[in-house]
């Protein structure tokens, strides 16, 4: 992969960069000790950099998977000119398989072949770029309404529990959980965050406490075993964290943890938010159990840092999403509004109310 230092100041909205007509990733497998990026020239570079983790966070590799496939038009109609489209159906399918769990990629995806369907000119790639940056775009608008949806249903000022990171760093900007928490910190609804550091890659650690801190929102990180024993303690009021995809009975995938952290909620009377954009929502997967769970290599688990921390011999299970079934879920936030107690008519009233 091609690291690239660029010459601007690393704010968390730019985990997806289209710049001079070339396609940058924050690598975000570095951060918070460098600030570098990572440059992509084609599907296959792109595909890549999504499944070792360089960018990650369902609507990032969406937003990532588009200008994937501006890249690929790009290689493929400059190869040839006449007879560009069957190679670009093979780059669609390797940025397809670069992980399974988030369905903001497939959605991305369909979109791009969609316009491409469409597309009778010789040269497909002002529009597609086009199309790129209005996914872009788009999912920051939407991060920006749902973070004030979400934040409306608050009372605080409180403190509250997030996992893994849902910022800038995982969407085109501001964030789904973590936008909310921007909001509501704003407004005064919110005074204090615990991050889980979420084991194995630490995206809590690493990344939700690096944008916090940048914006000044005080955040205290805890292992992840934590969580039940923090709610104990009382003074949390919300467990706010996002999805990678929502089944149409509303059940919720995310970062491994998640289900166990709403079942010590539900035990504890906290309160449980999902923020997620309607291109998370994947009607097509009737309940949890169609959702395609990702399993990593062993060796995320068997080591911390690069280094191998486990007794030689273990091996390791590991699943990086669980499901949080939709009874144990209070509220779903969308950019078009708020499914309290999600349940399937509620799901499809929301979807078909577009
Ligand atoms: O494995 P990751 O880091 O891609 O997992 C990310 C998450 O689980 C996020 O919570 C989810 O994508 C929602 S982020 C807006």
Redesign the pocket.
């Known amino acids: 992969m091609k690291e690239v230092t660029l010459d601007i100041p690393v704010t968390a909205d730019l985990a997806v960069l289209w710049r001079d007509d070339r396609l940058y990733l924050l690598d975000q497998r570095l951060l918070p000790r460098r600030e570098v990026f990572i440059e992509c020239s084609d599907a296959a570079t792109t595909a890549a950099a999504i499944r070792a ?1 360089v960018v ?6 969406g937003i990532a998977a588009a200008y994937g496939v501006v890249l690929a038009a790009r290689q493929r109609f400059a190869q040839d000119a006449a007879g560009w489209r069957p190679a670009l159906e093979d780059d669609l399918r390797v940025l397809a398989e670069s ?1 399974p769990t ?1 369905v903001n990629l497939f959605w991305a995806i369909a979109r791009m072949r969609e316009l491409l369907a469409t597309l009778h000119e010789a040269n497909p790639v002002p529009a597609l770029l086009a199309e790129a940056v209005a996914i872009h775009q788009r999912d920051l608008a939407d991060n920006r309404r749902m973070g004030e949806l979400g934040a409306s249903l608050i009372t605080g000022p409180t403190a509250v529990i997030t ?5 800038g760093l ?2 085109g900007g501001w ?4 936008g909310v928490i921007r909001s509501a910190h704003a407004q005064g609804r919110i005074d204090t965050v615990y991050a889980d550091e979420t084991r194995p ?1 630490l ?1 809590g650690a690493r990344l939700t406490a690096w944008e916090l801190v940048r914006d000044g929102i005080p955040v205290k990180l805890m292992a992840d075993g934590a969580a039940a024993a923090r709610m104990a303690a009382g003074g949390i009021s919300w467990v706010i ?4 995809r929502i089944a149409a009975n509303g059940d919720v995938a ?2 491994i943890g ?1 289900y166990g952290l709403a079942v010590a909620a539900r035990y504890h009377g906290v309160r449980f938010m999902v ?2 954009p309607t291109s ?1 929502i994947d009607m097509g997967a009737a309940d949890g159990r169609a959702i395609p769970i ?1 399993e990593r290599p062993a060796e995320e688990v068997l080591q911390c840092g690069g280094q191998r921390i486990a007794a030689d011999g273990a091996g390791a299970w590991n699943p ?2 669980d499901v949080t079934p939709a009874n144990l879920v209070d509220a779903i936030v969308t950019e078009r509004g708020i499914i309290e107690r999600p349940d399937r008519a509620r799901l499809a009233a929301h979807m078909g109310a577009a």
């Open positions: 983790m990650r966070g369902a609507p990032a590799i992980r988030a996992h893994c990171n849902t910022g995982a969407t964030g789904t959980a973590l890659w995206q964290v996002g999805s990678d995310n970062k998640t923020a997620a998370t990702e990086v999403f």
